[in-house]
């Protein structure tokens, strides 16, 4: 039987800066919360068979949205089920905007460009089977994981997370991310928009994430297109597991790559524990 979802409740959060989730809303300050007036929003849809980006009110042309990849039912009902049971086992610990996670990798402060092994003991032994299976994908047959974070969204909590690009000093190219316990929605926007299409405020494309699934976030859409979880796509509790690779940075003939082979042995041992 699944392991029951033990969030707190909400005693306190993990926010910092402009980040917010329910409890903010209702004990914190409300100066930084969302500023009143509507924008202009292009929204696209993204076809998975296609891999265009579908005009959802048919006033603009739709477009190639090159570097998604999705793997439907890529683990089993009986495989989300034991994945989740282990990861209710360990701690979850507070994150940002109503997220909690439990990470496997180095200690890293991004700011400083500064990576240390610290307590890390690579990834979960469940994920070694997980890996083996992404590495059949002709696209991840060279995807090599040295981190592992399992985020934990509820709707009780406002679970949600903002548009942002992943670093790309530590981190590659592949964004490897399995969806659990609930469909989701991943929202990819470009605030520039695209002017060459006419389209001169910000765009917007709703990815489809099934339950169950992998979704794959490469090129153009890694390095250009900011992603997010937005809050209302959040209707009951969602866990993913997102899998990053190391940059050519920290790969043979980069500058850190002896560290990098370091963390790599660690990783792959697949007998970490969360840090």
């Known amino acids: 039987m699944m392991a029951p979802d033990t969030s707190d409740g909400g005693a306190s959060c993990g926010c910092k800066g402009i980040r917010r989730c329910l409890f903010c809303e209702k004990f914190k300050d409300k100066g930084h919360l969302e500023a009143s007036g509507a924008k202009v929003v292009h929204h696209f849809l993204y076809d998975p068979e296609t891999r265009f980006a579908i005009c959802k009110d048919a006033e603009a042309t ?3 949205f090159p570097g998604v990849f999705l793997w439907e039912n ?12 282990a990861m209710d086992q360990d701690m979850w610990n507070q994150s940002q905007s109503g997220r909690r996670k439990q990470d ?8 400083k460009k500064k990576v240390r092994i610290g307590s890390f003991s690579g990834l979960p032994p469940l994920s070694q089977k997980l890996v083996l299976r992404m590495q059949q994908e002709p696209r991840l047959a060279g995807f090599r994981p040295v981190e592992q974070c ?25 964004l490897v991310t399995i969806n659990m316990l609930a ?3 991943l929202t990819m926007s470009l605030e520039q928009g695209l002017p060459k299409l006419g389209l001169a405020e910000e765009v917007q494309v709703a990815v489809q994430v099934p339950r169950r699934s992998l979704i794959v976030i490469y090129d153009e859409a890694r390095y250009r297109w900011k992603h997010a979880i937005h ?6 509790r969602r866990v993913c597991s997102t899998y990053r690779e190391l940059s050519a940075e920290f790969l043979p003939g980069g500058q850190q790559a002896e560290l990098g082979a370091q963390l790599l042995d660690i990783a792959l041992c697949f007998q970490g524990t969360p840090i």
């Not at 496997?104 to 700011?111: I, L, S, W």
């Not at 399992?150 to 406002?158: A, E, M, S, T, V």
């Not at 809050?231 to 009951?236: G, L, N, S």
């Open 183 to 185: 469909n989701t929605t």
């Open 74 to 85: 890529f683990i089993s009902e009986k495989e989300e089920e034991e994945l989740i049971s």
């Open 231 to 236: 809050r209302e796509h959040v209707r009951e």
């Open 150 to 174: 399992n985020l934990d969204y509820h709707p009780q909590r406002g679970s949600a997370i903002d548009p942002h690009l992943d670093d790309s000093w530590l981190w590659g190219e592949h």
């Open 104 to 111: 496997f990798g180095p200690k890293v402060n991004f700011k």
């Open 62 to 64: 739709s477009f190639p």
